[in-house]
T-cell receptor, first 110, second 113 residues
Framework: DVKVTQSSRYLVKRTGEKVFLECVQDMDHENMFWYRQDPGLGLRLIYF???????EKGDIPEGYSVSREKKERFSLILESASTNQTSMYLCASTSDSPLHFGNGTRLTVT | GENVEQHPSTLSVQEGDSAVIKCTYSDSASNYFPWYKQELGKGPQLIIDIRSNVGEKKDQRIAVTLNKTAKHFSLHITETQPEDSAVYFCAASKAGGYQKVTFGIGTKLQVIP
């Protein structure tokens, strides 16, 4: 079975902090994704990557950046965390279809 | 870009009854339509998917139908059980792992014993 592991289950950060969310997959998938999940808004794509060192903006990239230095690892970076970035963050990977998700990181920015 | 609308946002059914969730999409180029189930504290997991060359697909108590002309697709769960209680998401994309997947807002299904 594909395993997508997100390093933190819960995170609490202060406004203005730089925040790193880490995601690792064990199935040699080329494609990795970061979504945020908010009530009433579903899952919205932040960034995705189809290869090492490659990245593409999703629908809501503002305030975020990503890093993919190794095929198995995809990091989401909040350069200066703000309260409106309080959310559930979901990482996913795939080689074709469908997406395989991690269990999420619930980030609270105070 | 693609836009996926999903309804209802909440659904309560008695155990043993059927549940239906409906979605519409906007981009006629979309040809892959997965459904995900998200249980409390977990990430979404695929439960069934359908491609645009098929009108209906069934897997035990779960079925999905697709109407390409009308751009809508539906999830049908028969003989619901308490363990079916979860949030269900529909999604649409072009086939291929590097494609953007657009999700609906989700439906919270409650099955009442």
């Amino acid at each position: 079975d594909v395993k997508v592991t997100q390093s933190s289950r819960y995170l609490v950060k202060r406004t203005g902090e730089k925040v790193f969310l880490e995601c690792v997959q064990d199935m040699d998938h080329e494609n990795m994704f970061w979504y945020r999940q908010d009530p009433g808004l579903g899952l919205r794509l932040i960034y995705f990557s189809y290869d090492v060192k490659m990245k593409e903006k999703g629908d809501i990239p503002e305030g975020y950046s990503v890093s993919r230095e190794k095929k198995e690892r995809f990091s989401l970076i909040l350069e200066s965390a703000s309260t409106n970035q309080t959310s559930m963050y979901l990482c996913a990977s795939t080689s074709d279809s469908p997406l395989h998700f991690g269990n999420g990181t619930r980030l609270t920015v105070t | 870009g693609e836009n996926v609308e999903q309804h209802p946002s909440t659904l309560s059914v008695q155990e043993g009854d059927s549940a239906v969730i409906k979605c519409t999409y906007s981009d006629s180029a979309s040809n892959y339509f997965p459904w995900y189930k998200q249980e409390l504290g977990k990430g979404p997991q695929l439960i069934i998917d359908i491609r645009s060359n098929v009108g209906e697909k069934k897997d035990q108590r779960i079925a999905v139908t697709l109407n390409k002309t009308a751009k809508h697709f539906s999830l049908h769960i028969t003989e619901t059980q308490p363990e079916d209680s979860a949030v269900y998401f529909c999604a649409a994309s072009k086939a291929g792992g590097y494609q953007k997947v657009t999700f609906g807002i989700g439906t919270k299904l409650q099955v009442i014993p």
